[in-house]
């Protein structure tokens, strides 16, 4: 048997490597097929005062940071780096916070029951926190990371499968030596 489970797992890390490694480095090339960020432009600006503020544990070693705003019935959330910056400044009593939002992009997470829609940029008090820029390339820096990610899978899967495929040749061939050997016709 050629492939062991060893072999299987290669295989597949190297399809999960090539599918990742394509998809990321397409959208690279063409925006529209994947990750985009929206346009300055498109998005809304929301100016108030923080009614309040919740700590989340994003998953990835970051937190997000969800709030909601006195003056509206929308809930925000911020998920890039420098959260606990952010949630500092949201943190300030009667602070004048002015955020960018993409309406079109909400989600409710589990267990909650109230839709969040992105922040792209945290101005307090005329003080930039966290500017359009800096998130946008935050954002970029991580999905230029996920790329590697799967380039870095389809090398080392593609290594362990031609090393595991070493061994087993080696293995089988010294099998198919050995019974390969001439007989000796016996002396009458």
Do not use: C
Not at 119 to 128: G, H, K, L, R, T
């Amino acid at each position: 048997m050629l492939y062991n489970k060893d072999s299987v797992a290669a295989l597949f890390g190297i399809l999960l490597g090539l599918l990742i490694t394509a998809y990321f480095g397409l959208t690279l090339v063409y925006p529209e097929l994947g990750f985009t960020q929206p346009e300055r432009e498109v998005l809304e600006r929301f100016k108030g005062t923080v009614e309040w503020v919740k700590e989340t544990e994003a998953g990835r070693g970051e937190d997000s940071i969800r709030f909601k705003f006195k003056e509206f019935e929308k809930y925000f959330v911020y998920h890039s780096t420098e959260a606990s910056l952010v949630k500092e400044e949201l943190e300030i009593p009667n602070s004048n916070i002015e955020i960018l939002v993409d309406m079109s992009d909400s989600h409710s997470p589990p267990l909650d029951e109230h839709s969040y829609h992105t922040v792209y940029e945290v101005v307090s008090d005329s003080a930039n926190v966290r500017s359009y820029e800096q998130v946008k390339n935050a954002y970029m820096s991580d999905f230029k990371s996920i790329l590697w990610i799967g380039v870095g899978l389809f090398v080392f899967s593609a290594l362990f499968l031609l090393y595991e495929t070493y061994k087993y040749r080696r293995k089988h061939n010294k099998k198919i030596m050995v019974g390969t050997r001439k007989q000796r016709a016996p002396r009458i």
